[in-house]
């Protein structure tokens, strides 16, 4: 059964750093796509980052330059290093996963239970 459980949300000034951290388990990241998306309270869930089994990587607009994803196999863990944070960025942050190389496409199979994540 995949498991993802995000860790290391918080509160943080704008223009701070944040790292997320996704421990996946039933499954192993190397074979994997794996993402991040947020959303806000009314809004649709936004794709953010995403990393492919080639290690290839996908930004939103909105994050790119200042928002790295990266995954270590050995420890079958999926990172988000958030720079330059803005209050625009306050989300809850979700980790998702799925076979397929989805990309920023909303349909990943697998989904954590989130990680709050607030910048003023």
């Known amino acids: 059964q995949v498991q993802l459980v995000e860790s290391g949300g918080g509160s943080v000034q704008a223009g701070g750093p944040l790292r997320l951290s996704c421990a996946a388990s039933?499954?192993?990241?190397?074979?994997?796509?794996m993402g991040w998306f947020r959303q806000t309270p009314g809004k649709e869930r936004e794709g953010v980052a995403a990393?492919?089994?080639?290690?290839?990587?996908t930004y939103a607009d909105s994050v790119r330059d200042r928002f790295t994803i990266s995954k270590d196999n050995n420890k079958n863990t999926l990172y988000l290093q958030m720079n330059s944070l803005k209050p625009e960025d306050t989300a809850m942050y979700y980790c998702?996963?799925?076979?397929?190389?989805?990309?920023?496409?909303?349909?990943?199979?697998?989904w954590g239970q989130g990680t709050q994540v607030t910048v003023s």
């Open positions: 998702v996963a799925d076979f397929y190389n989805l990309q920023l496409a909303r349909s990943y199979n697998y």
């Open positions: 039933g499954y192993t990241t190397v074979s994997y796509c």
């Open positions: 990393i492919d089994a080639d290690e290839s990587k």
